[in-house]
């Protein structure tokens, strides 16, 4: 049976601009219907079944963008889940951004390159596509049925929030979309973003990891792009960037949130146009590479107090992917320890040890601040510390590397006064964790996990000084 093909539609007051999109189409499997005008776009939307709109933003001598703006607004009201990109040579980064809020699926410049575009379409349509209806399965069940479709053999779990993330990673790892992973430090984001990429077309192709938050500022272009020998001072050799060794394959950007403001406007140049500049060379260089992202911080937050743009946030999250903390995914403790167990007596050739049903109950109320990293570190250093063959609670507790934090943790469990409301609770943890670092308003403001100016103006409400 021949697959019928998917029409597109474009919508573009420019005939050159309508034949040539037409003619590229049709030459890669779509059937193309033109438009010059948006009241031509809408006579055609009920006449096809379209799998995605190209639409320009302009069609007067005006290039505001309005015209674009309310005909996206009128698509997505008729028709929600049909996907529109936006394509213009005037818009400016705040129109495309209230395009992206008005529900567009990704926005393309011109003068446009064919392929870029053409991967661009195939995204939006794969993404709109509509999630299976999902059986229901035990959770050991739904993992070993993710397991056979899927390479997921580095992630460890199968409780019902991770195996969510896991549906969702494999079901876009197939397109070219751009995802951010969010979480806590050590719930594992650069092991879901590997994941992306071994389940993604390009897995045969490298998978380059940075972390922005190792990067100085004044080494930022010669590490992502490369330079040149002699480009400055200490340059004794070529150097290959990133960008250009993920080329064909992905690049994972972590720790996004430190990357400053300076560093911010290259990165979104690459992002849009996937072209850069060797330094110490003057001939512009491409790569095809596909972006996942990951941070720890809430860049939203970072958007509004203008310590991350805008136009990068919505570049890098088409796809977000908030990645559980192990406090919320307690059931998968056990797992994850007899895992590292299991480690252990490998990479050191020791006789395997177990752990107390006792002492594993006992670990999953804990509160892991760590995560997953800092169950590793624990049940590994208590193995080598410990006589015993089953771990028991004590064992644990008397591990040296955490006998200080946890003693501090029970201390906090007993310190804690009965019927305080919430508002209170507030005030005695901000004023606990300013105490704790001397005042200091970074690391407290780090250690309560919001920013340093909500730090502040919860010290302003509660009248907290050091005085």
């Not at 005006?62 to 008729?78: A, C, F, V």
């Not at 010669?222 to 001072?233: I, L, N, Q, R, Y």
């Not at 009965?418 to 250690?447: S, T």
Request: glycine fraction near 6%.
């Amino acid at each position: 049976m021949i697959k019928p093909k998917p029409f597109i539609l474009i919508v573009d007051d420019d005939p050159a601009v309508c034949k040539s999109l037409g003619f590229f189409f049709k030459q890669k499997g779509f059937n193309p219907v033109l438009a010059s005008n948006p009241k031509e776009a809408f006579d055609a939307l009920p006449e096809f079944q379209f799998s995605c709109v190209i639409l320009d933003m302009n069609f007067k001598i005006e290039t505001t963008g309005e015209d674009g703006l309310k005909t996206l607004s009128k698509i997505k009201k008729d028709y929600p889940k049909l996907p529109v990109i936006l394509f213009t040579g005037w818009g400016t980064m705040e129109l495309a951004i209230e395009g992206m809020k008005r529900g567009a699926s990704d926005f393309v410049s011109k003068p446009w390159e064919n392929d870029h575009l053409l991967k661009t379409v195939n995204t939006a349509i794969e993404l709109a596509k509509e999630k299976p209806q999902k059986q229901k399965f035990s959770k050991s069940s739904e993992r070993k049925k993710l397991d056979l479709e899927y390479n997921f053999s580095k992630i460890i779990g199968q409780d019902s929030k991770l195996l969510e993330v896991l549906e969702t990673v494999g079901r876009v790892a197939q397109t070219d979309a751009p995802i951010l992973i969010m979480g806590e430090s050590g719930t594992g984001k650069e092991l879901i973003a590997e994941a992306i990429h071994l389940n993604s077309p390009r897995k045969a192709n490298e998978f380059v990891k940075v972390n922005l938050g190792g990067i100085s500022q004044s080494l930022f272009e010669s590490e992502m792009f490369g330079h040149k020998k002699g480009a400055f001072t200490g340059a004794h050799t070529d150097r290959i960037g990133r960008f250009a060794l993920a080329d064909k394959g992905s690049i994972f950007l972590d720790e996004m949130g430190e990357l400053d403001l300076s560093s911010q406007v290259k990165l979104l140049r690459v992002l849009q146009e996937r072209k850069f500049e060797v330094l110490g060379s003057s001939k512009t260089e491409k790569a095809d590479f596909r972006v996942i992202s990951a941070t720890n911080k809430v860049l939203p937050e970072l958007v509004s107090e203008g310590k991350f743009r805008e136009d990068l946030f919505f570049r890098i999250n088409l796809i977000t992917v908030y990645l559980p903390s192990l406090r919320e995914r307690k059931e998968d403790v056990p797992l994850l320890a007899q895992h590292f167990l299991d480690q252990l007596s490998e990479s050191y050739g020791i006789p395997s040890k177990g752990i107390s049903e006792e002492a594993m109950n006992w670990l999953k109320n804990q509160p892991l601040k760590g995560n997953i990293r800092e169950l590793k570190n624990w049940v590994e250093s208590t193995v080598l510390m410990s006589k015993n063959e089953t771990l028991e609670v004590e064992d644990f507790k008397t591990n040296p590397t955490y006998v200080n934090a946890f003693k501090d943790d029970e201390l906090e469990t007993e310190f804690l006064p009965e019927g305080f409301n919430l508002e209170q609770m507030e005030e005695l943890m901000v004023k606990k964790a300013l105490e704790a670092h001397d005042y200091k308003i970074a690391p407290a403001a780090k250690a309560l996990g919001i920013s340093r100016n909500a730090l502040y103006r919860k010290i302003e409400k509660y009248n907290l000084s050091d005085a």
